[in-house]
């Protein structure tokens, strides 16, 4: 089926882009592994989030459903995109080829014009034991897993934002938390670092590299480096999370899009435009600094007027 834009993506970015493209009443498809991306896995409550005081990640991906049926957004979930491809040139008519996106359910769509809100996915420490004991005690979301861990001690890689509010929202749960970070300092928020200090059950070990994960039917022990004295150390645990940050996924795009050193797409910082005409980018598949849920949807908000002047030009 032929679309005016495909929106790659259903986090803050792509959600924002399909509202927007909708009210431009342009013919619109989103394609998503799910709703939310990673707000669905966020742990602690989302409180720079404008209009709201405070709000659960769970709890904002039920307004983006909402929103969704609202706008009534053709949203297609389970639904990985594996492919994007535009033939070079310009058709015999003379107008400028479409896009043809495909899916790993091995699905084809085609557009004028494609929104990249694909994100970001969770990092890997790449240690004996954690592919291996994926799933069976090693676990990338804290929200999902953390209440399987009741009165256990578990411990969080990564010293980051991400590990800090995991602990956090782990310490509802479990007994003890240790968070390894590989670097001298943690690098997490002022107000995250005070809350944690206050937790009596989380503790921070700093110039710690993760070694190996071992288990038996279960992780039972995680292994660590102390980058100073040069021992290896071993806790006893039931869980690792690990939360040392997200690689951007674009993998599928190819040469369509520039990617700076870290895998994140280079854009025209006005339009949002990749180096491919007709193909934008928004989120944290981006080249940013930072990556925040109020920027990912302003920015998915500017990628569909730029989209929607890009649709007027070509049609």
Known sequence: ??????????????ISAGI?????RLKILILSKDIGGQVAKKAVDIENYPGFEKISGPELVELYKKQIKANELAVLVNEEVVAV????????SGEAENFLVKTKSGKEFEAVSVIVTSGAKSKLINVPGEEEFSGRGVSYCSLCDGPVFKNKTVTVVGGGNNGFESAL?????????????????????AENQELVAKNLNIEIITNAQVARIEGKVFVNAIYYKDRISGEEKKLDVSGVFVEIGYSPATNFLGDLVELNDKKEIVFNSETL????????????CNVSKYKQIVMASGQGALAALSAYN??????
């Open 85 to 92: 491809e535009k033939p070079l040139g310009r058709s015999q």
């Open 20 to 24: 927007y493209a909708s009210r431009q």
């Open 273 to 284: 435009e990749t180096k491919t005409p007709g193909l934008f980018s928004a989120g944290d």
């Open 169 to 189: 929202f782990l310490s509802n749960y479990v007994k003890h938390i240790t968070i390894l970070e590989y670097n001298e300092k943690v690098n997490a928020d």
């Open 1 to 14: 089926m032929m679309y005016d834009l495909i929106i790659i993506g259903a986090g803050p970015a792509g």
């Open 310 to 315: 890009y649709i007027r030009k070509v049609s």
